[in-house]
């Protein structure tokens, strides 16, 4: 992470629909609200559909476009990848919400 002052941290995030289930990777300036966009359908229309509602890993950033350099390289990465990714931080898939600030 790089520090930018006081500028608003950006997270890169993957919500899941179960363990090893549906993923979806997203980046956002306030993931709280996010995640509560999300579960209420107003977050995307693939999370809404699909049930991804387990917030299972987030990672902050100071600099905006290393985040989304960072959301775009993980988007890309092959499912087994992100489930590592994944299973590093969060080996029992634990919905994160709680954790957030």
Same mark, same amino acid.
């Given at each position: 992470?790089t520090?930018?002052?006081?500028?608003m941290?950006?997270?890169?995030?993957i919500m899941?629909s179960?363990?090893?289930?549906?993923?979806?990777?997203?980046?956002t300036?306030?993931l709280?609200k996010?995640?509560? *966009?999300? =579960?209420?359908? %107003?977050g995307? /229309?693939f999370v809404?559909?699909?049930?991804?509602?387990?917030?299972?890993?987030?990672?902050?950033?100071?600099?905006?476009?290393?985040a989304?350099?960072? *959301?775009? =390289?993980?988007? %890309?990465?092959? /499912?087994?990848?992100k489930i590592e990714?994944?299973?590093?931080?969060?080996?029992?898939?634990?919905?994160?919400t709680?954790?957030?600030h």
């Amino acid at each position: 992470m790089t520090g930018q002052g006081n500028a608003m941290p950006f997270h890169v995030y993957i919500m899941a629909s179960k363990r090893r289930g549906t993923l979806y990777v997203g980046i956002t300036n306030s993931l709280g609200k996010r995640i509560f *966009e999300h =579960r209420e359908g %107003r977050g995307s /229309q693939f999370v809404w559909q699909y049930k991804v509602f387990l917030l299972v890993y987030a990672e902050t950033f100071d600099d905006p476009l290393e985040a989304i350099a960072t *959301e775009k =390289r993980i988007k %890309r990465w092959r /499912q087994q990848w992100k489930i590592e990714l994944i299973e590093r931080s969060n080996p029992k898939w634990q919905d994160l919400t709680a954790f957030i600030h």
